[in-house]
């Protein structure tokens, strides 16, 4: 089955660290990458998302690239703001008909200014 | 993208009652989800509902308990039966809209406390 392994957190940083958020999966198939965002209050957001191996999601300065040769999909900022603060959640989906998201843990990333 | 809208966005409940939630979205789509957030937990995809057809659930949940409607391509119902402390969760829907369904717009979430 399918499953993902996401960093533990939470994770505590200062406004303008580097951030970087492990993810790895185990897939049947050749699955879809995504990261989605979670701020305080609100519903999940898509972050970014990469269909096939070695593609790169971007979006408000978070990248993420699809490493099929290591399973893992890590999330990655050069400078994180305040605003950043939420949790994130490493999923997959795999493309059989039924397209279901399966999830990570979910990471809990505090930005200190 | 999808615009997903979500009734009601929280509620207190007694156990033994039933709550039905429902979520509205802003174009036709075939397949809609429901998922569990438990607290502090990730999520946790309770069915899938397509249009024209029963629900699909997933291992640990069962109609009876989460019975789903999906009458027409744009709204589903979620109901949580018998309600018991256990189920205080955000529930969340979402839609596949993207090339193959590749990725999903969520709801804002329905936070249920049961006391």
């Known amino acids: 089955g399918n499953s993902v392994t996401q960093m533990e957190g939470p994770v505590t940083l200062s406004e303008e660290a580097f951030l970087t958020i492990n993810c790895t999966y185990t897939a049947t198939g050749y699955p879809s990458l995504f990261w989605y965002v979670q701020y305080p209050g609100e519903g999940l957001q898509l972050l970014l998302k990469a269909t096939k191996a070695d593609d790169k999601g971007s979006n408000k300065g978070f990248e993420a690239t699809y490493r099929k040769e290591t399973t893992s999909f890590h999330l990655e900022k050069g400078s994180v703001q305040v605003s950043d603060s939420a949790v994130y959640f490493c999923a997959l989906t795999t493309n059989f008909g039924n397209e279901k998201l399966t999830f990570g843990t979910g990471t809990r990333l505090t930005i200190i200014p | 993208s999808a615009v997903i809208s979500q009734k009601p966005s929280r509620d207190i409940c007694q156990r033994g009652t039933s709550l039905t939630i429902q979520c509205q979205v802003d174009?036709?789509?075939?397949?809609m989800f429901w998922y569990r957030q438990q607290p502090g937990q990730s999520l946790t995809l309770i069915a899938t509902a397509n249009q024209g057809s029963e629900a699909t659930y997933e291992s640990g949940f069962v109609i009876d308990k989460f019975p789903i409607s999906r009458p027409n391509l744009t709204f589903s119902t979620l109901t949580v039966s018998n309600m018991s402390p256990e189920d205080s969760s955000i529930y969340l829907c979402?839609?596949?809209?993207?090339?193959?369904?590749?990725?999903?717009?969520f709801g804002p979430g329905t936070r249920l406390t049961v006391l």
């Open positions: 174009s036709q789509v075939t397949m």
């Open positions: 979402s839609v596949g809209t993207g090339t193959g369904y590749n990725e999903q717009f």
